[in-house]
Every structure is written in structure tokens, then in C-alpha cells.
């Protein structure tokens, strides 16, 4: 079933307050989704070439300080209980080979200039009391609530998925041709890391976005190649997208106001968001895309 749950905060002054709207619609889909969650939160964006790497260590103690006096360039490390966030000016061809060979127990969540990302097992509440996701801060967030139907309960098969650069996808729904499209694009040297549908989804979008496509144009080109039933919702590091399949069989509600952009599997989510009365809802179409900027 899942639940999907994004925020795009227009109003600047609203921004330090992004975890904190966020947290309840996340928890409000927890029914949809009590197997796993996950959240990618977008913040200012990095200057001087530095980037973000979120790691997740599962069921292995780290010593972050360790890791951190023995990784060659680390300009800053925050960490909570498995997650930490490792900032450098070490591109990701060096610090992903650089991991699998001093740290192999250590995943990789994402990387990129704005994005920082956190999924693990276990019901929404508890993990967005864990890692205390009340404090996030940035311009846009998306999130995901779990129910597992065509592969394992594991944090690397919890949503959001990414790909390249500041790129996740979650999904709510399931894809029929995912095995013949993730051997398409194995033959074009992508690496995948699970059996999960999304995957191939989020892999193939990036695909696209890698050979020139802007996200608007891969999407479109989504509605040829991916078959099944889906709500996928995006993030990249300055843009949110929506799109359902042609069938729209799996739910969304959106509500606008001039502060913010609200996204959710069921109204129940966005009841509590600042003059909600007022906003804009509706149901987005089949096969048309809602692109917003932060």
C-alpha cells in the first residue's frame, strides 16, 4: 500500500520550520506504511565544490569520530545512532571505492550538493523520533511510508531511492517490467543494489537525466518504458515532481497555498498545515506532470 508524503516550502521564513510540518504527515501515513520509512531533505544548496554523503552503517557499530580522523578529506561529520552525514570536497568516484575498501559495512544513501538522506526499518513515530526529524531544515522534503509486497523489510529497500546526484524517488505502487528494464540498463554499466522495483524506476529516470534529458523530458519518456501502477514523487536539488500512471489507481491529494507546495497519499496527512482551509486541493491528473521549484 505505502504512503508518499513531499513539502516544498515557497516561503523562505517557513524553511527552518520544514521538519517540523513535515514529521505529521510522514506519521499520518504510517498506517499506509509500517514496515520501513525514509526522508530526503533538501537544504541549502553546498558552494566551493563540496558535497554531501549520507551513510548508514545497519547492524554494525561505528566509530564515527574514527571514521572521520580516517577518512582522507573530511571537512564535517554529523552523526545520530547508524545514520551520519559526511561533508568533503572528495568527488563520489573516489569516496564510494574508498568506503567499500576501508569501511564495507558502510551504505551509501545518497550524495549531492543539497541532499541528505535517512531510512531505516520500523513504524514512522519511532523513526522520526530516533533521528529526530522535527529539526530538519531546508526548502523541499520527500518521504516515504512502507509496505512491503514484492521484496524484503530491509533499509536498503526502503524508500526514498536515488541515483546520481541530489536525485530520489519514492514510489507507491508496483512495476510489471521491472526485471527487462533493469537488464537494459545493467548492459549499460548501471549497478543496482536491490531487487526493488523502485529501483529501476529512480535508475532509469537518472539514466535519462544523465543523457541530457531535464527531468520533465525523462518522465515523459517514463510513460513509454514503465509499466504498472505508480505515484512516483521526485526530488532534485532545487525541483519537486509528481506524476501518476495512466491508470491513477494509486491515490495523491496536493494542497497549494503561497507558502507552501503540500503532497500526500491521503488528505489526512496535510489536515494539520497552516491555512489548509484555504489551499488549493485537488487530484493530479493521469500521465501529467506537476513540476514545482523551491
Known amino acids: 500500500m505505502c504512503g508518499i508524503v ?34 530526503a ?10 558535497r554531501k554523503y549520507s551513510l548508514y552503517a545497519g547492524k554494525h557499530n561505528i566509530n564515527w569520530t574514527t571514521f572521520a580522523q580516517d577518512f582522507p578529506k573530511t571537512n564535517d561529520l554529523q552523526f545520530n545512532e547508524k ?12 569516496v564510494k571505492p574508498w568506503i567499500k575498501q576501508h569501511y ?6 545518497s550524495a549531492g550538493i543539497a541532499i541528505d538522506l535517512y531510512k531505516d526499518e520500523g513504524q514512522p513515530a519511532s523513526l522520526a523520533q530516533r533521528y529526530d526529524f522535527k529539526s530538519l531544515k531546508g526548502s ?37 517490467n521491472h526485471h527487462s528494464l533493469r537488464r537494459r540498463l545493467e ?6 543494489e ?11 529516470l537518472e539514466w535519462r537525466m544523465r543523457e541530457g534529458d531535464d527531468l520533465k523530458t525523462a518522465i515523459q519518456k517514463g510513460f513509454d518504458e514503465l509499466d504498472g501502477f505508480y505515484t512516483f514523487l521526485m526530488g532534485t536539488a532545487n525541483q519537486l515532481a509528481l506524476v501518476r500512471d495512466a491508470f491513477a489507481c494509486k491515490p495523491a491529494v496536493v ?10 497519499s491521503e488528505f489526512r496527512s496535510l489536515s494539520h498545515l497552516p491555512n489548509i482551509q484555504d489551499a488549493n486541493l485537488y487530484e493530479p491528473a493521469p500521465e501529467e506532470i506537476y513540476l514545482w521549484t523551491a
Request: aromatic residues 4%; glycine residues 8%.
Open 6 to 39: 513531499g513539502l516544498l516550502i515557497k516561503n523562505e521564513t517557513m524553511r527552518d520550520k520544514l521538519g517540523e510540518l513535515m514529521v505529521p504527515m510522514l506519521i499520518g501515513m504510517g498506517e499506509r506504511g509500517p514496515d520501513s520509512a525514509g526522508v
Open 104 to 109: 564495507p559495512q558502510l551504505h551509501i544513501l
Open 140 to 176: 523541499h522534503v520527500v518521504a516515504h511510508t512502507r509496505m512491503a509486497t514484492e521484496s524484503a523489510v530491509t533499509p536498503a529497500h526502503a524508500h526514498p531511492f536515488t541515483a546520481g546526484e541530489d536525485f530520489c524517488l519514492v514510489h507507491n505502487g508496483s512495476l510489471s
Open 41 to 50: 531533505v533538501y537544504a541549502e544548496p553546498l558552494a566551493n565544490g563540496d
Open 255 to 264: 494542497a497549494e497555498t503561497d507558502d507552501y507546495v503540500a503532497i500526500a
Open 83 to 94: 545514520h551520519a552525514i559526511l561533508t568533503s570536497s572528495l568527488p563520489p568516484e573516489v
Open 194 to 204: 536491490t531487487d526493488n522495483d523502485t529501483e529501476a524506476a529512480c535508475r532509469f
Open 187 to 192: 548492459h549499460q554499466g548501471i549497478h543496482f
